[in-house]
């Protein structure tokens, strides 16, 4: 076996002038392009992406647009005299039938102590999604650096770990917010609070299942040989692998968030006046019900808009993430 | 099993246990006493403290307190009804709440359980179409709003239901709150039940009874129903202890004296009354274990592949 043959660089040649095919019918994707395609292609995630986008440019834009502010007790000119416009119906103006006050546009109308409905209401979804969007980004990195640490180094450390969320979980949500309700002051803080330290446990779950399965690849394998610690393993190697389920899981905190927020304006220990949210304008309107139930209806449109958009866009992301193949 | 029982039963207990000591320790660590809202010279205050031993350590008050818990008592209120013992006003504002909470979760269960097997049978046809809404809607609608709405069309506009809770016709005007507080669970009952439903008859099991000519009611029962079952069980029992929060805000709405009226009470009132916080916490708190305990002994039974690991492991 002396003459074993070596190819030479001359054996072969280039042949030019041909086209090279590329085969574009199933040319390979980017993850995140194929997430993005299966995503759009879900008629209800996009129908759940503009119901979310339309409330939120509302209530970016409406009460910087609006004539007045949402605290702001407005007088209104009726035949001369300037009358504070209390419990007004909603109403356009020149709709030419006998209106009393055909110069004021009140689109949802005013409260009964003559506030704008309008900015109120989109102030108030303003407030609600700030306080769903601030705590649960602070319960994502919480409830993932707390997930993976868990999971990746598994033994006494996840025992441990995961002994105290059974005990933290095990301690129901009402009973937390209620202990919450006395030591802080009523508002947007004890709103925070609470979900602070109820919503990071799910996440946190989440993130560890998926770090078991993910700390036995092979990039994590390779990562170690190469010398790399564990904090650089965890955070640069795993996390940006568990993005997706923990974006997934985000879209489905947030009405949860927004939900609570609701719930404690309702009771009484959240949002304080004159600041609105959805639950305290909800509120307000369940007061007046009987004789004044238009004010109750744009609150609970607006709450319920948004829960239904980000229950859409969730399940239209669990889908796209890991999708069947019967709906491809 | 009865091993795995055991354990389960010892693990909840020693839960319980330190959630009561983390619950009171946060109740007496609490800036402000109980008497500040009064107007009290400082001797007062100070016999009074004395009186209800507040100035000894607060392990010996814990301990003290694990006697009272112990002796069947949870004390007196602070604020609350002119500090009358608190057992027997819980133990009617309870049973008011398990009442209508045990009408909900039926209510929720059956009707879910239907409609996701309904919705399973008839996929991609039009009632599978209709459920999914019905789905949809129960998840985007909070409870309590549902509620209002209930109220403003059937107990104002049309006076069929009594405008308020009425103790006097208890069934009749528990139709209402246990109505609107099922929703939140037929949804999730529903949609949970239909998509695994719908995994369990795609799986190759099914698919061979079925080519062995089992079909209708004997396959659904004893091939899919069986084996959907324990993840829709799952997800049954947090939601009997979600009712609590939303039992809250309804009986807030429809003027039911049940707990959650009362926890509002103790924790909105002028004076927050320490403890009905601690006593009602450790109701719930215990509830909410001894259904998680429920259900983990229910998987065991359901699904034997369960508690056969854990006696391995």
């Known amino acids: ?328 | 099993m009865k091993k795995y029982i055991a354990k389960r039963i010892l693990m909840s207990l020693l839960t319980l246990f330190l959630i009561i000591f983390v619950l009171f320790l946060l109740i007496r660590i609490m800036p402000g006493d109980p008497f500040s809202v009064e107007r009290m010279s400082a001797e007062m205050i100070l016999q009074k403290r004395e009186e209800l031993g507040l100035n000894k350590p607060v392990l010996v008050q814990f301990v003290d307190y694990l006697k009272l818990l112990a002796s069947g008592s949870f004390g007196n209120g602070t604020a609350l009804y002119n500090g009358a013992p608190i057992k027997p006003i819980l133990m009617k504002c309870l049973e008011t709440s398990f009442k209508i909470g045990g009408l909900s979760i039926i209510f929720g269960s059956v009707v879910g359980l239907l409609i996701g097997i309904v919705a399973a049978l008839n996929r991609g046809k039009f009632l599978d179409g209709l459920c999914t809404v019905v789905s949809i809607l129960g998840v985007c609608i909070p409870s309590y709003v549902f509620m209002i709405f209930l109220q403003y069309s059937f107990a104002h506009k049309i006076p069929f239901f009594p405008y308020f809770f009425d103790p006097s016709q208890y069934l009749f005007s528990s139709i209402m709150p246990a109505l609107s507080l099922s929703l939140f669970s037929i949804s999730t009952i529903a949609r949970f039940t239909r998509n695994e439903m719908v995994e369990v008859m795609n799986s190759d099991y099914v698919k061979l009874a079925e080519a062995k000519g089992l079909y209708g009611f004997q396959l659904i029962r004893t091939h899919v129903l069986r084996n959907a079952l324990i993840p829709i069980v799952t997800v049954i029992a947090p939601l009997v202890v979600d009712l609590l929060t939303g039992a809250m805000v309804i009986e807030k709405i429809y003027g039911i004296s049940g707990a959650g009226k009362l926890m509002v009470d103790a924790i909105s009132g002028q004076g927050i009354d320490y403890n009905y916080v601690l006593a009602l916490g450790i109701v719930f708190s215990s509830m909410y274990i001894a259904v998680m305990l429920l259900l983990d002994i229910l998987y065991g039974i359901i699904d034997p592949r369960i508690r056969l690991t854990t006696k391995e492991g």
Not at chain 1, 145 to 150: A, D, M, P, V, W
Not at chain 1, 257 to 284: H, K, M, N, Y
Request: aromatic share 12%; charged share 15%; hydrophobic share 50%.
């Open chain 1, 1 to 328: 076996m002396e003459n074993i043959y070596t190819p030479d660089k001359n054996d072969f040649e280039f042949i030019s002038g041909r086209d090279i095919e590329v085969d574009k019918n199933f040319s390979s994707q980017g993850y995140w392009k194929g997430v993005a395609v299966h995503f759009f292609r879900n008629r209800f995630a996009v129908t759940g992406l503009i119901l979310v986008g339309v409330v939120i440019t509302f209530a970016v834009f409406a009460p910087v647009f609006s004539s007045y502010t949402y605290e702001e007790i407005v007088s209104i000119n009726d035949g001369g005299r300037e009358v504070i416009a209390k419990s007004l119906s909603p109403q356009f103006s020149g709709d030419g039938s006998q209106n009393l006050f055909a110069d004021k546009t009140f689109i949802f109308g005013t409260d009964d102590l003559g506030r704008d409905l309008w900015t109120r209401t989109w102030q108030g979804a303003r407030v609600s999604l700030i306080i769903a969007f601030v705590a649960i980004f602070i319960d994502m990195l919480i409830g993932t650096s707390y997930g993976l640490i868990s999971g990746f180094f598994g033994g006494n450390v996840d025992n441990i770990m995961q002994r105290f969320i059974e005990i933290a979980s095990s301690i129901p949500t009402l009973v937390i917010i209620s202990i919450l309700a006395i030591f802080m002051e009523k508002g947007i803080g004890l709103v925070i609070a609470s979900l602070l330290i109820t919503e990071w446990i799910g996440m946190s779950k989440i993130a560890r299942a998926e770090c078991l399965k993910l700390r036995e690849r092979e990039y994590v394998l390779a990562s170690r040989t190469l010398g790399a610690g564990s904090f650089h393993i965890i955070f640069k190697q795993i996390l940006p692998n568990t993005i997706g389920p923990m974006i997934t899981q985000v879209m489905f905190s947030i009405p949860v968030a927004i939900f609570t927020e609701a719930f404690l304006s309702f009771v009484g220990v959240g949002i304080v006046l004159p600041q609105c949210s959805l639950g305290s304008l909800i509120e307000a309107g369940f007061n007046n019900i009987t004789i004044l139930p238009y004010q109750i209806l744009s609150p609970i449109a607006v709450l319920a808009i948004l829960m239904l958009g980000f229950n859409l866009i969730g399940d239209g992301l669990r889908e796209a993430l890991a999708p069947k193949l019967e709906n491809m």
